[in-house]
């Protein structure tokens, strides 16, 4: 028998002029090095009713037909799957750390974060896309507007190479995360080491204010250092680096990147809360809901552990 191969447009000529001069099926199939049965199928499926066999129709015919064969996606057929991504979707975890997690209790069983992506832009998990479920959604570029400035008694470049390489817990960055206009703010506070991500609401950005919400927010946690940028919010940061026994370092001016964990995990926190909204309407127990979505979300720096796990391991260490 001979292996089967697909008709190309020179052969559907060949076998249309063929066909023209009267020549049998068999005597085709000899000339053209195919099967008869081939010659019958080819004929059968690509005539039309009016024209009978062309080569052109015929190829269109082809054309359509191999567009519509093709296999089902797995998002179209594999229900565990599209169960566990969904239920992933729905803690935010992002198709890549969805694809490791799966890989993990799933390891003979291939799945790449692309196809994640891809189920999501063609609309093969009803009810999610990655507008609504995925982080970077219309993400916006970072701009830090000019501000007062205070004088910091220690620069980031001060801070000990022990905070630098996240040698230990208890070196934390902070920020404050305002809402629209008057509609109050939240303080948040990152660790380095185990991105272990912390926030408590506050009405202004008064510097006694966020002295007063620093003190109780980080007093039940070790604080061997804190980074801060230079807004006004932080004036008081010999009260608060005496009331928690630390030291205090600041970023230079316009440099958010000096305080990259803080940033990245705030940008995670506008996920949950974008610009303009309202933390007046906002509880601390609706907040922790959401700090507990980001403090168990696997990380890739924490070899796929979450914050939650490391810090708490660390402090079980220390202790």
């Known amino acids: 028998m001979k292996a089967y191969k697909h008709f190309t447009p020179e052969e559907r000529e060949c076998l249309c002029l063929l066909l023209r001069e009267g020549k049998s ?3 085709i199939a000899e000339h053209l090095n195919k099967d008869r049965s081939s010659i019958y199928r080819e004929i059968k499926r690509n005539s039309t009713t009016r024209h009978g066999y062309l080569p052109l129709s015929a190829t269109s015919k082809y054309n359509q037909r191999r567009k519509r064969c093709r296999p089902k996606k797995r998002y179209e057929v594999d229900d565990a799957l599209i169960n566990y991504t969904k239920s992933c979707l729905d803690k935010y975890w992002s198709p890549e ?9 799933h390891p003979n069983d291939k799945l790449s974060y692309c196809t994640i992506y891809r189920a999501l832009e063609r609309r093969l998990l ?8 995925l982080r970077r959604r219309n993400k916006q570029k970072y701009v830090r507007k000019d501000s007062a400035t205070i004088k910091p008694d220690n620069t980031i470049h001060m801070r000990p190479q022990i905070a630098n390489d996240r040698a230990r817990i208890g070196d934390w960055e902070g920020d404050t995360v305002r809402g629209g206009r008057g509609k109050g703010q939240v303080i948040t506070m990152a660790d380095r080491k185990s991105r272990y991500y912390m926030a408590i609401l506050t009405p202004d950005n008064k510097a006694a204010t966020v002295e007063k919400t620093l003190a109780s927010m980080m007093g039940s946690v070790p604080v ?13 940061h010999r009260s608060i680096a005496t009331s928690l026994n630390t030291t205090i370092y600041f970023t230079d001016p316009s440099s958010p990147w000096q305080r990259g964990t803080n940033e990245n995990l705030n940008d995670v926190f506008r996920f949950f809360y974008p610009k303009g909204c309202d933390f007046t309407t906002v509880t601390q127990d609706e907040l922790n809901v959401v700090l507990e979505l980001i403090n168990t979300r696997p990380r890739k720096c924490l070899g796929w552990k979450t ?13």
Do not use: C, M
């Open 307 to 319: 914050p939650k796990e490391v810090f708490f391991s660390e402090l079980l260490h220390l202790g």
């Open 97 to 105: 750390i969805i694809a490791v997690k799966w890989k993990q209790s």
């Open 126 to 133: 009803k009810g999610y896309s990655g507008f609504t479920h």
């Open 224 to 236: 061997e250092s804190l980074t801060f940028d230079n807004g006004p919010e932080f004036a008081r």
């Open 25 to 27: 099926k068999a005597a």
